[in-house]
């Protein structure tokens, strides 16, 4: 697949300068198209639209969005007091994933070098974040093989942690397809994620575009399906990693974490060092998105719920760092649920 979420595109643009170019996941998989993204307005929309969603590809959005900002800013004769509100805008488009304030960070100290530094670091971070996700899944490969002692591995993954949404490779899928590449995936069960189907929807795009054998199950199946013993393990992405261990990831995840634990078999954390807060000590202080209620009480545009019944729409849960066997980026594997912390030098594989 060749497919990218998200990247700059050099000759693009209103005025020939590039612009910043996402393949619209909102309309995936029935539709393939891509967005040009060269306002703030129209950057922030597409991020709380999910339109470009996923920690890494996030990290790469503000990052980029940073230059977008610029250049809008250049057009219409914004003062550094106004760049500056419209890049925080940017910074805060969503509140769980770090990787979104993370980008920004990487690039804003650069302005005062200009318009070529910013770019050129922003599209380090890109690079950056795709050799991190091959390196990861290389070493949650490894330690995945050893752990369970099999050859061939059956799989569960929740929400979409694939090159949809990093800037190349995956996180979570990352790993499926580096054991694919090994001749070692079996099976992947597939949680369709509810309420926005990025498992149904995305993950499973990508696993059939890759000939990877699959099927989606209703969320709702995930943890039968583990103590069925239908699978060796589940591998999921994050959107912040506590110090401590505790992940942060799509809603739902908890309950595959508690599947795991009952059935002992490993829930393995895939995720780049930039998904990594070492600032949160656990993940209390973590913010929860919550999103619309209508995405919970509506399907495909019709109500699904009765007129006076809201919806209840945390995006993301916590999962505690002792029922998380393994957090490997591309630093190297911590085993949380054995005691080990992410303040521990990571590059020393527990
Ligand atoms: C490599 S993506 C890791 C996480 O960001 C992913 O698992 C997830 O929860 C995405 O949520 P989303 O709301 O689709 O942005």
């Not at 990487?106 to 971070?125: D, I, K």
Request: proline share 4%; net charge negative.
């Amino acid at each position: 697949m060749t497919e990218r979420a998200i990247e700059w595109v050099h000759d693009g643009g209103r005025d020939g300068r590039g612009v910043l170019r996402i393949l619209d996941q909102t309309v995936l998989p029935l539709t393939t198209t891509y967005l040009d993204l060269d306002t703030v307005d129209g950057l922030v929309e597409a991020i709380d639209a999910l339109a470009v969603r996923g920690a890494p590809a996030l990290g790469v959005a503000g990052a980029l969005g940073v230059v977008v900002a610029l250049d809008e800013g250049e057009r219409s004769g914004w003062d550094a007091a106004r760049l500056d509100r419209e890049i925080d805008r940017v910074r805060h488009a969503r509140p769980t994933a770090v990787n979104l304030a993370w980008g920004v960070d990487q690039v804003r100290g650069l302005l005062p070098q200009g318009r070529e530094a910013v770019l050129r670091a922003g599209l380090e971070v890109a690079a950056a974040d795709e050799a991190a996700n091959r390196e990861l899944s290389r070493l949650a490969a490894d330690w995945l093989l050893a752990r369970t002692g099999r050859d061939r591995l059956r799989v569960l993954t929740h929400c979409n942690a694939g090159l949809l949404a990093t800037s190349g490779w995956g996180t979570a899928l990352g790993v499926v397809r580096e054991l694919h590449e090994r001749g070692a995936v079996e099976f992947v069960y597939a949680d369709e994620t509810r309420p926005l189907l990025q498992g149904a929807r995305l993950t499973a795009w990508e696993l059939a575009a890759e000939g990877i054998p699959h099927a989606v199950q209703v969320d709702g199946a995930a943890a039968s399906t583990i103590l069925r013993g239908l699978v060796d393990c589940a591998v999921v992405g994050a959107d912040r990693i506590a110090a401590n261990g505790d992940v942060a990831n799509k809603i739902g995840t908890l309950g595959v974490a508690l599947a795991c634990h009952e059935a002992g078999i490993p829930l393995l954390v895939a995720a780049p060092w930039s998904t990594v807060d070492l600032a949160m000590a656990d993940g209390s202080g973590i913010e929860i998105e919550e999103r619309s209620g209508a995405e919970v009480t509506t399907w495909a545009g019709i109500r699904t719920t009765p007129e006076a019944t809201p919806g209840f729409n945390p995006a993301f849960d916590v999962t505690p760092a002792r029922f998380v066997a393994a957090v490997v980026t591309e630093r190297g594997v911590v085993e949380p649920s054995a005691g080990h912390t992410l303040a521990e030098d990571p590059s020393v594989p527990a």
